[in-house]
């Protein structure tokens, strides 16, 4: 929670982009769960079907995270998965397993998190080519311009040959859009006819099977590996899984060692993770009403210096298109509480957004932002938008 000026009224609001990792606390089940794992004695991490540090055969427990890898596999449809710190660490993971020559082509959209805020990890590490492809505006690739892209390399010496296809389920630049099953399927026989694999950065999968009422697994299976992040929606503090068949898990384990996620008294950790993933379903669903409840808002207000498709709102993200003025002043704008919004409103709010494009923001919702935060959070935009006249 932000402070306002002291003695001023204070509600806040924290439902950025960027920021939105940050705020999201662990509710009051994990805190529970955190502290029951403290309070007996903290094993370490080991092997998927293997325990290092711990020799004994019983089946594996919350503290050693694999009940949470166990449970996960199950929601998941895969053989197994491993829990990883971030969910860039398993989309690195996911690549360097699928990618195994120097030189290997990995195409993916110009837009996806895994090429823009990860700092080409997979060159800079794995020595993987990215070859760019246009996003379309519902987050999809076009299936021609891929395909005349995976076969240009097929037994031609001058380019790179295609291990990998990465798609991003919920995408985010797109503002949360989700990729339609079918399209998955299609991809999937695509890369397949050709001797490439597919990669899900799932790292809001959860939000895209709750949003078309299917389980995370038929979402998977159109998938030869799979990132799924616990700390956005889900609430938990740290951590990611990687998921896929038995033998990428294993490999994934070395790759995990290597890159320095190995974690010991990783159980403390899974132990909230599970509680996250247990309550997703519950929880999901109100982040992307009141995503949806804060775009209508907003295109209610018919303010000249913003615009928001509602249609287009199919998870927890709202892309608002900022016009008139540079999107970092708005921001800036929504952040500021003064005298002024007090004695109209009755509150003193901030918004803590970035700006998206130059033109744009993109606000994210998770279980700290509740409805009457959505609501109050709509009332600060309604005051900035007329304070900036018509
Ligand atoms: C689509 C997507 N993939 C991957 C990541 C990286 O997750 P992490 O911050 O856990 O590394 C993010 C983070 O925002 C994301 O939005």
Not at 153 to 173: A, F, I
Not at 187 to 199: C, I, M, N, Y
Not at 215 to 226: L, N
Not at 353 to 373: G, I, K, N
Request: aromatic fraction near 4%.
């Amino acid at each position: 929670m932000q402070r306002g000026p002291p003695g001023l009224a204070e509600s806040s609001v924290d439902y950025n982009s960027q920021r939105a990792q940050r705020p999201v606390r662990p509710g009051s089940a994990s805190r529970r769960s955190l502290d029951a794992e403290l309070a007996g004695p903290l094993l370490l991490d080991g092997l998927p079907g293997k325990r290092e540090g711990s020799h004994s055969r019983r089946r594996p427990s919350a503290r050693d995270g694999g009940e949470l890898q166990e449970r996960a596999a199950q929601l998941l449809g895969v053989e197994q998965t491993l829990f990883v710190p971030t969910n860039t660490m398993a989309n690195l993971i996911c690549v360097m397993g699928h990618c195994r020559r120097r030189g290997s082509q990995l195409l993916l959209g110009q837009e996806c998190h895994l090429h823009v805020y990860e700092q080409g990890g997979v060159a800079q590490i794995a020595g993987v080519h990215s070859h760019l492809l246009p996003d379309l505006p519902h987050g999809t690739l076009d299936l021609d311009e891929l395909e005349r892209v995976i076969t240009r390399g097929l037994g031609n010496p001058y380019h790179p040959v295609c291990e990998l296809v990465c798609l991003e389920n919920t995408h985010s630049s797109s503002g949360g859009r989700v990729l339609p099953i079918d399209y998955l399927r299609q991809v999937h026989l695509l890369a397949q006819s050709h001797g490439a694999r597919v990669h899900l950065d799932g790292a809001r999968l959860m939000n895209a099977a709750v949003a078309l009422r299917v389980p995370p697994a038929r979402i998977v299976e159109h998938c030869d590996s799979v990132s799924f992040c616990l700390s956005k929606g889900l609430g938990a503090p740290v951590g990611a899984l990687v998921g896929g068949p038995k033998d990428f898990i294993q490999e994934a384990w070395r790759l995990r060692k290597a890159l320095g996620g190995g974690m010991r008294q990783a159980g403390v950790l899974a132990a909230a993770a599970l509680v996250g993933l247990a309550e997703a379903e519950e929880e999901l669903p109100r982040d992307h009403e009141n995503a949806r409840r804060f775009a209508r808002g907003l295109q209610a207000l018919a303010s000249p210096h913003c615009s928001v498709d509602p249609a287009a709102v199919e998870t927890n993200m709202v892309l608002v298109k900022v016009v008139g003025l540079p999107a970092a002043d708005l921001c800036q704008r929504l952040q500021a509480v003064s005298p002024d919004e007090v004695a109209q409103t009755g509150h003193a709010v901030r918004v803590l957004l970035f700006p998206w494009t130059e033109q744009s923001v993109r606000a994210v919702w998770h279980r700290d932002v509740s409805t009457q935060d959505t609501e109050l959070a709509l009332r600060k935009w309604e005051f900035v938008l007329r304070q900036l006249g018509p």
